[in-house]
């Protein structure tokens, strides 16, 4: 443990425009498995998703955990609040990717190739090659 008592990554999340959507890719295509899902989260008596989460009052989420190998990622969908839909470019402050390992790139990039919806930037050598998914996220594939 660190001096600062923090200790590590609990998990990672991404806000998703469908979560169905992102489950069906993170679970059928990138072969993620399904720890929990969760909602409709809304603000209630006990409960202000303003205060906890910094959204609008009015926000409700439904939200889904998956894990692959030792990590776990939040999906987390927001409706019913005024929503920025521009995607965050990689060079935008809030832009963000997603790394992951893989044995084989030429496979992974197969199969992404045969997603519909799924954008493949141009390979660097053996190292890696970046995918975005259909609503956005950069993905880093790491061989």
């Not at 489950?23 to 006990?46: D, I, N």
Request: avoid cysteine; proline fraction near 3%.
């Amino acid at each position: 443990m660190s001096e600062t008592g923090f200790t590590g990554v609990h998990h990672v999340g991404f806000t998703v425009p469908d979560l169905e959507e992102a489950l069906g890719f993170f679970l059928e295509v990138l072969g993620f498995e399904l720890v929990s899902k969760h909602g409709p989260l809304a603000t209630s008596q006990e409960l202000n998703v303003q205060d906890i989460f910094d959204v609008d009052e009015a926000g409700i989420a439904n939200y889904a955990f998956v894990r692959l190998g030792g990590s776990t990622l939040e999906l987390i969908q927001w409706s019913n609040l005024e929503q920025n839909p521009h995607l965050a470019k990689n060079s935008d402050w809030s832009g963000r990717h997603l790394a992951l390992r893989v044995s084989e790139l030429d496979t992974a990039i197969a199969r992404l190739s045969q997603i519909p919806g799924v954008r493949l930037m141009k390979r660097r050598g053996t190292t890696f090659v970046y995918a975005q998914t259909p609503w956005g996220l950069y993905l880093q594939l790491m061989g």
